[in-house]
């Protein structure tokens, strides 16, 4: 069992940043991939980013040259660097990790608001 806490939503103005956090504990040997989903309101969960243990990086195209995905692989966490926000950013964003023993763990999910 993979256990993941986020962090780091919260309100912002279009063209502001944020960065989100994931910390992954547990049975986390097996993770091979780490990433990001998000949610918005009457629409279906989609991906954001991943990121593979060997670095290997996918950004959707809605979040391309804004968002970076990036991890520490010492300290089990994923981030995920949010610039030029948008209010078609807000969504509640999820973190998702992928291993060979457990398969696919979810966070809570934290929100993402962009407003003025």
């Known amino acids: 069992q993979v256990r993941l806490v986020e962090s780091g939503g919260g309100l912002v103005q279009p063209g502001g940043s944020l960065r989100l956090s994931c910390a992954a504990s547990?049975?986390?040997?097996?993770?091979?991939?780490m990433g990001w989903y998000r949610q918005a309101p009457g629409k279906r969960r989609e991906l954001v980013a991943t990121?593979?243990?060997?670095?290997?990086?996918n950004y959707a195209d809605s979040v391309k040259g804004r968002f970076t995905i990036s991890r520490d692989n010492a300290k089990n966490t994923v981030y995920l660097q949010m610039n030029s926000l948008k209010p078609e950013d807000t969504a509640v964003y999820y973190c998702?990790?992928?291993?060979?023993?457990?398969?696919?763990?979810w966070g809570q999910g934290t929100q993402v608001t962009v407003s003025s």
């Open positions: 998702n990790t992928k291993a060979f023993m457990s398969g696919d763990s």
């Open positions: 990121i593979t243990f060997t670095e290997i990086t």
């Open positions: 547990g049975s986390i040997a097996s993770i091979y991939a």
